[in-house]
């Protein structure tokens, strides 16, 4: 339990995936129970191989959302309260971010409150998505619609 605790700890018992809350007292077949999920994707598995020395990164998930996700690339969902045009895949810009750095196109949105809502929670999920990636975001008015970005820092 000393492994799951240390990674409970780091991820603040948030699941990763679905960004709710985890109780380390469920019982361990519970959906909502504490579980390690082993966070490779397809792209990092290819490095893994070429790298032996690098360990995959471990996230704090519920059983449920671990279960559900299998040996798939996980999909981190936007929010519904958020109201977003071409929201991009949160997993994969997070990745890119750690690998190159830059700057990410993340979302169009159609009022300027809309993208302040949509850059807070941006800041936020990647703090715990990512904690390692330092971002910030910048808000884009682009003819009618507004453009969010992340940046790393």
């Known amino acids: 339990m000393g492994q799951l605790q240390d990674v409970g700890e780091a991820d603040g018992w948030r699941c990763w995936l ?36 690098s360990l995959p990164t471990e996230r704090l998930a519920h059983k ?9 690339d996980p999909v981190v969902p936007w929010p519904d309260h958020l109201i977003v045009v071409d929201p991009a895949p949160l997993i994969a810009a997070a990745e890119r971010l750690e690998r190159k750095g830059g700057r990410e196109a993340m979302a169009r949105c159609p009022t300027r409150s809309d993208a302040d809502a949509v850059a807070a929670w941006l800041v936020g999920r990647f703090s715990r998505l990512s904690p390692e990636l330092q971002v910030h975001t910048e808000i884009a008015n682009t003819g009618g619609q507004f453009l969010v970005s992340l940046h790393t820092s």
Not at 18 to 31: G, K
Not at 64 to 72: E, V
């Open 64 to 72: 449920g959302c671990n279960t559900g996700k299998g040996a798939n």
């Open 18 to 53: 679905c960004d709710e809350p985890v109780d380390r007292t469920m019982p361990p077949n519970d959906p909502r129970a504490p579980s390690l999920d082993t966070r490779i994707s397809k792209g990092r598995a290819k490095k893994k191989k070429q790298d032996k020395g």
